[in-house]
Structure formats: structure tokens, C-alpha cells
């Protein structure tokens, strides 16, 4: 049977006092609406056409060719919204889910379960609920005497009786396509709101005498939906929780996860041991049996197998197998360490790629260079890669010793073996095997220190006689 689904992506989402169109919150590192469409695509769903109305260009641009749209150009509520997508589903035949954008907590499983149990018991919808200690805000669902499904009434319309209830809609519906779109023609906005509410269809259907079945969700968390910042946050924090479980049911080990921030498209090896204070964003890749913080914060960052990383903060970079980083670290983007690299505290490097065993052990930038193997770069040392309009290249080749507090004025080649003296400023080409020392010659004037202490006392006397 055809599974298709209907994302609601069209409300303004004022609550939030946002400049953000609602559903591109991030959450976990992704927009709410992303981790909808992930949630209907892993659930097989083979057509997916999302609701757009306000920021609709921003969602398309995020969103991309990963779904299908329709525009809702006025929000006159959910059954108008689903109603927008009847020129690309009208016709088809087979499962319909309709899920809200902002419900970023429904999982795959939960939505698999619901379209199961939506064919096994023959039924034109099924509603996902949950049962909830403070039901406020939420739609209930009122149930017959034989625990079917009668009709789902908005918390403003309720009576007290039904205000009372604690079974809940959760937003996220199965339908029978054909009967969706039939019972949608026959919805009104004769309500306090003045809408027309997708939720009608249920009793629509009733009166049809087609069976409306429910699919209680197990975790009630996964009903939250994000209408303000503080929900917003509660749906971080949930998330968080779960993405961290799952990389620990993957074999890693983290220290403590309640400090620990990981984004959900992030990937990390087994047996990897994570740090409190770590945050992990975007692509980052982390590979096997590596040590990744205290207080690492890695960003599109790949990490090779076995490699420490310490109070770094890595951005777009790639770090080899068996690497040792930081602490206090600084790897910008376009940075490219081999096996084996030390790269050690206060150190800078910047789109530069070092080769297999270099070290770089304090105190030094790298900026613009191609480094080779072996190399040792002293305490200290830099590239001078930018004269103020462009920015030039300097190539280390393997097994070279470069000096502490050594500059090497950019565009220059070191050579394989070549060794630069500590304090040289390096401005020509330096052969192979060749030694270069840059630096003036060394003069001692003896009993001149005391000459100049004198000279410097007499200065601050007579300014302060002045005053």
C-alpha cells in the first residue's frame, strides 16, 4: 500500500517573537521541520509534500528537492492547509499521514506503529494520542463506550466535561487518502476560531459509519509540540537525551552525557570515550577508540581512529589517525593533520595540511603551508602568510627542523631535511639539507645594563617632580 505524508509547515509561529520562521528552529543542530521529514521518510513514505506559508522560500531553500510543496497563502487552519496538497494526492490511492512541522520529538518507530495498526484494523484514520497529567492546550480525544475514536474537540471549544479528559491529540494522524480529501470538502468553520480544523474529519468520518481507531504513544514526550522558546528548549533537551542513548547504545562511552552536546547528524565510532563540556555539531565524524574533550568543541570536523582531541575547537577540519590535539588548540577550516600529528596547546593552523608525525607543539600558527612528514616546528614559529591583500604559500618538506620564535615570510619553500635556526626570519627559499640563520648578530656591551637603569630612573624622577 502507498504511504504518502502531508507536513504542516505554514503557521507564523508569533509565539516564538522570532525574525525564524518557527519549523527552522534548530533542535539539536537541525530545523524541527528536518527532523519531521527524516521521521516520514524513514517511515517509508514514498511522497512527502510539505505546507508552506509564511517564510515559505526559506523552508524550500533549507529543505530543498528532499520534498514537495504546496502553498496555504492564507492560515485559515489545518483542514485548509491539508487541503492545499489535494492537487498532487487528490488522486492517489493508499495511507495519507499528516504530521505538524513542529514536532520534532515523533519518531519513525512511533509513526510505523500507527500506519500498522491503520491497516490491521481496516480503519479510514487513525489519531496518535497520549495521556497527559496537565492536558492544557491540547485537543481531547473522546472515545465511545467500545474505545473508538467519536471526535477530537479543541481545547478552546471543550465543555468542562471534556476538558477533563487527559487523552490528548497528538497532531499526527493516518488517513485513507481518497476519504481524507472527500471529508475535507465537507468541513466548516463554524468555531470559536473561526477555522477549518483537520480534526472535523474525524467525526465527518463517524457519521459515515467509518471506523476511526487511535495509536496511544507510548512516550507522551514525543506529542510536544514547539510553539515558544520554552518548549523549544524542553524539545533540546529531550533530543539530546535521545541522540546521546543511541551513540551510547552504539558503544560510546560518555563521561557525562548531561553535559555533554551532541547534534544529531553527527557520527562516532565504538568505543570512543567522551568528555563532559564536548559539543559536537554539524557533520562531525568521529572515528573508533578516540578521546574526544574535556571541552572539545568540534564543528563539520572529521577525527580518524584512536586520536585525542582535548579543549580544541575544530571547525571544517580533518584530523588523521592516532593524532594527539591540545589542549587549547585552534583548527580552522581547511585543516588536514596526517597519522600521527601533535598538535599541541595555543597552537593555530589554518587550510593547511601536515604530514604523517609532524609536530607542532606550542605557541605557533600555520596558516596557508603545505607541511611534510617528520617535520618538528619550534615554539613559537610562524607562517607570515598575509601581506595585507593576498595571502601566499609555505611549503615544509618532510624531516625539516624549524626553529622557535622562527617567521617564515610567505610565499617560501623549506626543503626536505632543511634546518632553520631559532629567531630566523626566513624570507628566500631554503635547500635541501641546507641550514638558514636569519637574525642579527649578537653584541654584549659590558656594565652598559647599569648605564641604561640610570638613564631610565633619571626620566621617571623628573616626571614625577613635574607633577
Known sequence: MKKMAIVLAAGQGKRMKSKLY?????????????????????????????????????????????????????????????????????????????????????????????????????????????????????????????????????????????????????????????????????????????????????????????????????????????????????????????????????????????????????????????????????????????????????TDTIVGAGSTVRQTVGEGAVVGEDCNVGPFAYLRPGTKLGNGVKVGDFVEIKNASIGDGTKVPHLSYVGDAVVGKGVNIGCGAITANYDGYNKSVTEIGDNAFIGSNANLIAPVKIGDGAYVVAGSTITHNVDENDLAIARARQVNKPGYADKIRSRAKAIKEKKNGES
Do not use: W
Open 22 to 298: 518557527k519549523v527552522l528552529h534548530p533542535v539539536c543542530g537541525k530545523p524541527m521541520v528536518g527532523h519531521v521529514i527524516d521521521t516520514v521518510r524513514d517511515a517509508s513514505c514514498e511522497r512527502v509534500v510539505v505546507i508552506v506559508g509564511h517564510g515559505a522560500e526559506a523552508v524550500k531553500e533549507r529543505l530543498g528537492d528532499g520534498a514537495e510543496y504546496a502553498l496555504q497563502a492564507q492560515q485559515l487552519g489545518t483542514g485548509h492547509a491539508v487541503m492545499q496538497a489535494k492537487p498532487l494526492l487528490g488522486s492517489e490511492e493508499g495511507i495519507t499521514l499528516v504530521i505538524c512541522g513542529d514536532t520534532p520529538l515523533v519518531s519513525a518507530a512511533t509513526v510505523e506503529a500507527m500506519m500498522e495498526r491503520h491497516i490491521r484494523e481496516g480503519a479510514a484514520a487513525t489519531v496518535l494520542t497520549a495521556k497527559m497529567d496537565d492536558p492544557t492546550g491540547y485537543g481531547r480525544v473522546v472515545r465511545g463506550d467500545d474505545g473508538a475514536v467519536l471526535r477530537i474537540v479543541e481545547q478552546k471549544d471543550c465543555t468542562p466535561e471534556e476538558a477533563a479528559i487527559n487523552e490528548i491529540n497528538a497532531g499526527t494522524y493516518c488517513f485513507d487518502n481518497r476519504l481524507l480529501f472527500e471529508a475535507l470538502e465537507s468541513v466548516t468553520n463554524e468555531n470559536a476560531q473561526g477555522e477549518y480544523y483537520l480534526t472535523d474529519v474525524i467525526g465527518i468520518l463517524q457519521k459515515k459509519g467509518k471506523r476511526v481507531a487511535a495509536s496511544l504513544l507510548k512516550d507522551p514526550s514525543e506529542a510536544i509540540g514547539v510553539n515558544d522558546r520554552m518548549a523549544l528548549g524542553e524539545a533540546e533537551r529531550l533530543m539530546r537525551q535521545r541522540v546521546n542513548a543511541a551513540h551510547q547504545a552504539n558503544g560510546v562511552t560518555l563521561i557525562d552525557p548531561a553535559s555533554t552536546y551532541i547534534e544529531a547528524g553527527v557520527t562516532i565510532g565504538a568505543d570512543t570515550l567522551i568528555y563532559p563540556g564536548t559539543v559536537l555539531r554539524g557533520s562531525t565524524a568521529i572515528g573508533e577508540d578516540c578521546v574526544i574533550g574535556p571541552s572539545a568543541d568540534l
